[in-house]
T-cell receptor, first 111, second 121 residues
Framework: KNQVEQSPQSLIILEGKNCTLQ??????????LRWYKQDTGRGPVSLTI?????NTKSNGRYTATLDADTKQSSLHITASQLSDSASYIC??????????FGTGTRLTVIP | DARVTQTPRHKVTEMGQEVTMRCQPI?????VFWYRQTMMQGLELLAY????????DSGMPKDRFSAEMPDATLATLKIQPSEPRDSAVYFC???????????????????FGPGTRLLVL
């Protein structure tokens, strides 16, 4: 069973709307939880990194939250833009070389 | 604007051939990672170096894959012989691992290269 599950698998939203992506994990405790954005044909880019004790971390219009009790993280995107169309990957890290990857959520923002 | 570079960007080869992928990490970074990404498996860690020393290559099929860092500016990933199931996008990432003032633990942000798209026929 994958220890990091992301939902939805894909999402289509209108430009300007907000959306929330979910990441459920079973890995616990962990060193940090990361959200990456991956544009088509490019490498992943780090959006946020949260340690086990943090609840929220923002990066511009991206806000990640972490609930260690329910083992859930979410990535909230505010006022979506066309350039937000990408895959978003949740990664739970026990250590630098002990990583658990979600399979990602494919977000499409339409005008 | 410092970035991780990878060559080649695309590679098509025949089964049985040797494939060498190269990565130039960001100057000053002390960690290098090799990942493989497929539609079915998503991202998988293949190898991890810190200060050029290989710390973990348990994610690699040992009989055909090898990863090295001959110097601080070059990391290589070799497949010999290649097989069709090796077809994937291979990413290199580099990072700077340092002790976090607030978290008290080792923190690191990884910067990914653009990837090498490999197709083995």
């Amino acid at each position: 069973k994958n220890q990091v599950e992301q939902s939805p698998q894909s999402l289509i939203i209108l430009e300007g709307k907000n959306c929330t992506l979910q990441c459920n994990y079973t890995v616990s405790p962990f060193s940090n939880l990361r959200w990456y954005k991956q544009d088509t044909g490019r490498g992943p880019v780090s959006l946020t990194i949260m340690t086990f004790s943090e609840n929220t971390k923002s990066n511009g219009r991206y806000t990640a939250t972490l609930d260690a009790d329910t083992k859930q993280s979410s990535l909230h995107i505010t006022a979506s833009q066309l350039s937000d169309s990408a895959s978003y990957i949740c990664v739970v890290s026990l250590s630098a070389n002990n990583l658990f990857f979600g399979t990602g959520t494919r977000l499409t923002v339409i005008p | 604007d410092a970035r991780v570079t990878q060559t080649p960007r695309h590679k098509v080869t025949e089964m049985g051939q040797e494939v060498t992928m190269r990565c130039q990490p960001i100057l000053g970074h002390n960690t290098v990672f090799w990942y493989r990404q497929t539609m079915m498996q998503g991202l998988e860690l293949l190898a991890y170096f810190r200060n050029r020393a290989p710390l973990d290559d348990s994610g690699m099929p040992k009989d055909r894959f090898s990863a090295e860092m001959p110097d601080a500016t070059l990391a290589t990933l070799k497949i010999q012989p290649s097989e069709p199931r090796d077809s994937a996008v291979y990413f290199c990432a580099s990072g700077l691992e340092r002790l976090g003032r607030i978290s008290g633990g080792w923190e690191e942000t990884q910067y990914f290269g653009p990837g090498t798209r490999l197709l083995v026929l």
